[in-house]
């Protein structure tokens, strides 16, 4: 029997989990990625809280552009947010998905906007 697609997304997502972890010093962005839009936020896991948040949904300045823009404007203010609450540092989980084409352009503007990876 063959996986579906979101089946082996899952299996990926639950071993990359296995080895990633956001503590309070260094808080851990994951990254969710609809068909139409994408979210991104900022997680320490040690007290179970969402730190920081941004996604493109209901957001005026991606009107108009593909989501590969979208996702690098997602990742710039995501990254100016965390800056004002004093997050510089995180660690990347891309929630299973491929590193290319969205993901990427998300992580880039996040580092535009000032996180380090």
Do not use: W
């Amino acid at each position: 029997m063959s996986l579906s697609k979101i089946q082996k997304r899952n299996k990926i997502k639950r071993r990359v989990r296995k080895n990633i972890f956001g503590s309070s010093e260094r808080p851990r962005l994951s990254v969710f990625r609809s068909n139409k839009q994408i979210y991104a936020q900022i997680i320490d896991d040690v007290n179970g809280i969402t730190l920081v948040s941004a996604s493109s949904y209901k957001c005026k300045d991606v009107e108009g552009k593909n989501k590969s823009e979208q996702a690098v404007i997602v990742g710039k203010m995501l990254g100016e947010k965390a800056v004002k609450a004093g997050l510089l540092s995180v660690v990347f989980d891309r929630n299973g998905y491929q590193y290319h084409g969205r993901i990427k352009s998300l992580a880039e503007g996040a580092r535009d906007g000032g996180l380090k990876f």
